[in-house]
């Protein structure tokens, strides 16, 4: 057993899911949860049937013991060991019960065969015991690593109280249960016993067969949904495609129509234009003959009233000619013949019931194409380099020699090494046109592979060539920071941020600071101190930069703090509590699209969302959806959520509905030991803190594993225990180096 690993979140491991304090006689229920006998009795009495309990952390249905009493639970033998383990561990600082006279000691001895606490009085006493003398016993004070270990190599006992703490040897195989030398001699006389060491053995096979045929079919399920993924974005894309199609058509079919429309609207203009410029003009010389007129029989009347008759004989003739020359026709007729009747728009009455009537086209649902269908040719392999793209040119034709790739059609591309390993990542189909299609793909290593062409599912063309590419690496290429409590010294940091100016913020944890850098390494400002009260820091952990120019950093107060640019208290929101607007020891923060603060609100298992000034807006997780919620991001659509005790990634869209997670326990890639910090790079790359496996890793979007950077140690490129990152804006990566007190930068 690893050490660091059994001291890893040593208290919250030993801390009932109810009641959050230390375990008091843990019992452990059929779905491998464990809670404090008294918990389990009182969530009993208020939960539903008497004879059955649901686990309050998952749920679960299960029975209770035949007695109808909660302490014939099995007993967590190894929570027991960790508590042991922890009070040795905090011995400094709190005092231990003893486990004779009930007497609380900070100066006591552990006895390793009776699993017991003595303080110094006892200890006397239990050493000159002759029963006692070949027990080993050792003071608090002086336990090394190996003396850990051995608490948790602690013997199991038999609860029952009249056995006198009698060691389980043995395994009643008729009653299905360990049982000690005193059971066997009372109550299992003649039963199919075993030593239980040997059947421990006989039941670590069947587990491990049983966990491995469980792995296989986690793994084809995975396998199957990552398949159902696929489908449903192809479905998606499909359907994306067809929408697109519908709305093509449906805007030809509106712009044709539009264009009919506007000739019509030209030719109505136009007559309408000629008609009106007819009536102007023949109107313009009518008002000139009324004019003629008007003016002759003005000079007529003036005749007749004013002359005498020798002016009327003598200008009778003048008159007759004024007159003659005024036009005497009234070519209304005329006019009407040159002028339309009127306007009528004459509906097409055919096509307006055919587009009634008829549909502007039918899906069809296509059954797949086989693959005898398809003839494939490939050539052009380039070289490539890990993580960016090369190319391959694919010919694919029918039998009929024409190309057949097209929506109908779900084409792909797998490019796999000779052991079966995908050694090529974001593989697509470029359509150039008559058959011809460039695959576009990334390289994920050097080596000989083979290109495999699939036409809905079924492969139609294989052949093997050479991927060229250099390795996938990331260069360190700075590192400053020293244990230490100087300004430009790091005492466990913890959070990292950066701004538009490349300027570094890093949470100096147990100097209770927050101090800035250039991208340089050069230290520029700090602020805060230690405290409790405003603008004082209490262990600092998780900080960002907020587009407003002011700093967010969440302490261990289970407060969020706000600074602006100069480092000056503005406000803080939370408080410790289980109330929506409240925190329970919060880690990592971010800003989301819309301006919102993101906090990983570990204690209350929950991720909360507020707005800049610190209202509570929403919440994601619940019951049973996070263990212990470390840090979580907006990437696109999604949030994404570090599981730390999970060791696991979560995905939920932006409503908080859970989509997929990837990841599990292990040192293997894709594999986590308690996730940290999460960034994303310019290429769109997750790159996730393995904090115990002591590296970053780098993945897609989907989960799908790219690469790693690091391992354990103190030398540059090295790590202990990475917590955070950040990405600069020349893309290069900002981590933090916990344990080795220092900020590193790699390219």
């Known amino acids: 057993m690893d050490i660091k690993t059994l001291f890893h979140n040593l208290r919250e491991e030993v801390s009932c899911p109810v009641c959050t304090n230390i375990y008091k006689d843990p019992k452990q229920l059929p779905c491998l949860h464990s809670f404090c006998l008294h918990c389990l009795n009182q969530w009993h009495r208020t939960s539903h049937g008497r004879d059955t309990i649901r686990c309050p952390k998952c749920q679960a249905l299960s029975r209770v013991p035949e007695s109808g009493d909660l302490k014939d639970l099995p007993t967590s033998f190894y929570l027991n060991g960790l508590i042991d383990v922890l009070k040795i561990r905090e011995c400094k600082t709190s005092q231990v019960k003893c486990g004779n006279c009930d007497k609380n000691s900070s100066e006591s001895s552990y006895c390793f065969h009776c699993c017991a606490f003595y303080c110094q009085k006892c200890v006397i006493a239990h050493n000159i015991m002759k029963n006692y003398k070949d027990h080993r016993v050792l003071a608090l004070h002086d336990f090394q690593d190996r003396d850990y270990k051995d608490v948790m190599k602690r013997p199991a006992h038999c609860p029952k109280e009249d056995h006198n703490r009698e060691e389980l040897k043995y395994f009643c195989k008729s009653c299905e249960i360990p049982v000690c030398q005193i059971c066997v001699t009372l109550d299992h006389g003649g039963h199919n016993m075993k030593l239980i060491k040997e059947e421990a053995e006989i039941q670590k096979s069947k587990m491990r067969s049983l966990v491995k045929r469980q792995r296989r079919n986690l793994q084809a399920k995975m396998k199957t949904v990552n398949q159902l993924d696929e489908e449903f974005a192809k479905l998606m894309q499909q359907g994306e495609d067809v929408k697109r199609d519908v709305q093509r058509l449906v805007d030809n079919l509106v712009a044709v129509i539009k264009a009919k429309r506007q000739n019509i609207l030209s030719s109505l203009e136009k007559e309408t234009r000629r008609s009106l410029d007819l009536v102007t003009e023949r109107k313009t010389e009518i008002q000139r003959q009324i004019t003629a007129i008007e003016s002759s029989l003005e000079n007529a009347d003036k005749l007749l009233t004013r002359s005498s008759n020798a002016e009327i004989v003598q200008s009778k003739k003048s008159l007759d000619i004024i007159f ?3 036009d005497q026709t009234v070519p209304i ?18 096509l307006l019931e055919t587009v009634k009537t008829d549909d502007i086209g039918t899906l069809q649902i296509l059954q797949p194409t086989t693959a005898s269908h398809f003839i494939c040719e490939g ?47 974001k593989v697509r189909i470029n359509d150039c046109g008559d058959g011809l299609y460039q695959i576009n793909y990334t390289p994920k290593y050097q080596g000989r592979c083979q290109v495999s062409v699939q036409v809905n599912g079924e492969h139609i063309y294989q052949s093997p060539f050479l991927v060229l590419v250099k390795p996938f690496q990331f260069k360190p290429v700075l590192t400053f920071g ?26 100096d944890n147990f100097n209770h600071t927050i101090k800035i850098f250039n991208s340089d390494g050069n230290y520029l400002g700090s602020f805060g101190r230690w405290g409790s009260e405003a603008g004082e820091l209490e262990y600092p952990r998780g900080i960002v930069f907020h587009n407003n120019g002011n700093i967010f950093v969440a302490d261990n107060s289970s407060r969020i703090q706000i600074f602006n640019g100069r480092g000056e208290f503005v406000r803080s929101f939370g408080g410790r509590g289980h109330l929506d607007n409240q925190l329970n020891d919060p880690l990592g923060l971010s800003v989301d699209s819309d301006g919102n603060v993101i906090v990983a609100d570990r204690g209350n298992s929950l991720i909360k969302i507020f707005s800049p000034d610190g209202k509570f807006l929403m919440k994601i997780g619940g019951q049973g959806f996070f263990k212990s919620p470390f840090h979580c991001i907006q990437y696109d659509r999604y949030f994404i959520v570090s599981d730390n005790d999970e060791d696991c990634i979560k995905v939920f869209d932006r409503n908080g509905n859970f989509q997929y997670a990837f990841g599990k326990e292990g040192r293997g890639d894709g594999e986590f030991r308690g996730p940290c910090f999460i960034a994303v790079n310019k290429s769109g790359h997750l790159m996730i803190c393995d904090g115990s496996n ?11 594993f790219i690469g790693k950077f690091g391992t354990k140690g103190s030398s540059l490129g090295e790590f202990k225990f990475p917590t955070s990152l950040a990405i600069l804006s020349n893309d290069r990566i900002a981590v933090c180096d916990h344990d080795n007190h220092r900020i590193q930068i790699f390219e």
């Open 379 to 425: 050539k052009g392999i380039e070289e490539g380099i890990v993580n960016r793209e090369a190319q391959f040119t694919l010919t694919l034709r029918n039998g009929r020699g024409k190309q057949c790739y097209d929506k109908r059609d779900h084409v792909t591309m797998e490019i796999r090494d000779e052991r079966g390993r995908e050694c090529a990542t």
């Open 482 to 507: 020293e244990e230490g409590s100087s300004l430009d010294m790091l005492n466990n940091p913890f959070g990292l941020a950066v701004n538009a100016r490349d300027e570094i913020a890093v949470s």
């Open 324 to 326: 003659e020359g005024v």
């Open 694 to 704: 002591d590296r970053v890793q780098v993945f897609e979007p989907n989960g799908k």
């Open 333 to 350: 007729d005329r006019y009407n013949k040159s002028l339309p009747a009127g306007f009528v728009f004459e509906k097409n009455i055919k």
